[in-house]
């Protein structure tokens, strides 16, 4: 077989395989995302935590 | 003297070489074509045009980053003023990586600065992790904050809101910086103009195929534009792992907003817009930890390519103001081809090819195509592994990198625009690290 039609099969294929597996990953993220349960905070909620008083978490260390 | 134009020489014929050898194939591309049908000589044509606009980017910004790398010989090797500095660390469960990261910072041959932990509402031992080193290391030189969850962006603001440094150092929590980044990052500074300087990052677990991939990818397509842009001193993004600010100019445009995914570009455009110069030091190194499987590689590039649409959209009235600030609306211009348009135009390539092999029978289209773009993956890799001092056997992975990983990205920005335009939701999700710094 001549070597530039093999290395345009290779070519080809590979990027045929690239493609399919580059969509095949982009459904399987949009499957995943869907089972993720997601908290939803919307801006205002976000804002009246970070408005709430902080109190820190005193370290104890081990010893 | 003579050995600048002894390189610039080397430099040239270099780069005629391969165009060169590119045009060849160009020559025998396009006499194969002129056989087919209406449908084969159209497509062809619009895909040639795109070549030559892909063969002609590659040159300009190979150009241009020869050109900063002559002018940045010139410049003075360190700074010689020291302002103070605040080196601020986001950590979200960062417990993996928190005190390699922060040993790199303590470790800074530089004599004013601070470092400030935000811890970001962690689940695992980072804040503890963090409260321990700034008691081994004293709490004048790190400082912790915590704070109920919010996202990168809240805690780099709330670093920012903290700081007693002039200048900001904002990274990643995962970053392992060099002992000169500071001392050449700051150096940028005595030109009053320059509001920000972009940092080099570099990937640290080059352990596979995908992180060496990825390695390449950093120095070839994303240092490179950087340098190019960095002539112009209109870098289009400062990197999340090491960017350093003027304080001054943080909280003139706002600090980091939460409203896009790619807060760090974000930034970058309302900076750059706001009239500042932003400028890159390819000495000021940060080292990061690149994603190791497929699906994590997936989650993070979905993440960019969202969030720099996300950042264009939002200053989508830039688009159309080419005054006065000509060189940040071409530069934003080119965002978008390369976002959108570029992934498009080689999506439609390969599914053109698939049809040409298969039906038209012109196969050898197909390796003259890929062996074209090739050769300039091949020569721009050897020019930025040079210039960067950076292992030239990293090259060998530009036939895979052109085969099989820029149509991997150019599918998941494909799909990502269009989940943008479609306004499809979606999450932050967090990278799994290993520790690897």
Redesign the interface.
Known sequence: MEL??L???V??V???V??L???F??F??RAR?KK?P?VTTS?MD?QQ??LEP?F??R?H?PE | MFQRIYRICTVITFMSAGLAVAALLFNMYFNRLTAANFFVNFSSFILLLFLGIVTIRYGVLIWFAYLQHIEHMQEPPETQEYPFVTMIVPAYNEGMGLEASVESLISMDYPRYEIVVVDDGSTDDTYPQAVRLAGVYGTERIRVITQPNGGKASALNNGIANARGELIVCMDGDSRLESQTLKQAVKHFSDPSVGAVAGDVKVVNRLNILTKLQALEYIEGLSLVRTAHAFFRRVMVIPGPIGVFRKQVLQEVGGYFQDTYAEDCELTLRILFAGWKVKHESRAVAWTEAPETLQAFFKQRYRWSRGTLQAVIKHKAQLWKPFPNVVDWFFLWLVVFESMVWPGMDVFGIVFFVFVAGWVGLSTVIILWWAQLTVLDIMAALFCLALEKEDLRLALQAVLYRLCFIPYLDVIKFFASLDEIFGVKMGWGKLERFGRI
């Open positions: 530039i039609p290395l345009s099969t070519i080809l590979a990027t045929i690239t493609l597996f580059a969509a990953s982009y399987a993220y995302e993720v997601r801006l976000k935590i970070l902080q820190f978490k370290y260390s």
